[in-house]
């Protein structure tokens, strides 16, 4: 088993800041890639920005430029640094982690509770 522990969300003025954290812990040999979705009321869950075991990333266009990615490995632990929020920006966020439980295991996949984002205009 593998636990995520997601923290950092709340609320917000527009073109405010908040920091998301999501934490791994458990049976873990290896991180894969790390990331973020959202899921606003009423529409489906989308990506919003994904790190890799070697540190690429990719962003979802609506968040470029604004959101920031980056991953502390010693750590198990997946930061999203999100600048100038948006009203539209408001959301269930969740974090999702790939990992091996063992050197020879598949790639499995673990997602956090969901933090709330709230961005007042």
């Known amino acids: 088993q593998v636990q995520l522990v997601e923290s950092g969300g709340g609320l917000v003025q527009a073109g405010g800041s908040l920091r998301l954290s999501c934490a791994a812990s458990g049976s873990i040999f290896s991180l894969d890639a790390m990331g973020w979705y959202r899921q606003a009321l009423g529409k489906q869950r989308e990506l919003v920005a994904v790190?890799?075991?070697?540190?690429?990333?990719n962003y979802a266009d609506s968040v470029k430029g604004r959101f920031t990615i980056s991953r502390d490995n010693a750590k198990n632990t997946v930061y999203l640094q999100m600048n100038s929020l948006k009203p539209e920006d408001t959301a269930v966020y969740l974090c999702?982690?790939?990992?091996?439980?063992?050197?020879?295991?598949?790639?499995?996949?673990?997602w956090g509770q969901g933090t709330q984002v709230t961005v007042s205009s």
């Open positions: 999702n982690v790939r990992f091996r439980h063992y050197w020879y295991s598949p790639i499995l996949d673990s």
């Open positions: 790190i890799t075991s070697g540190g690429s990333t």
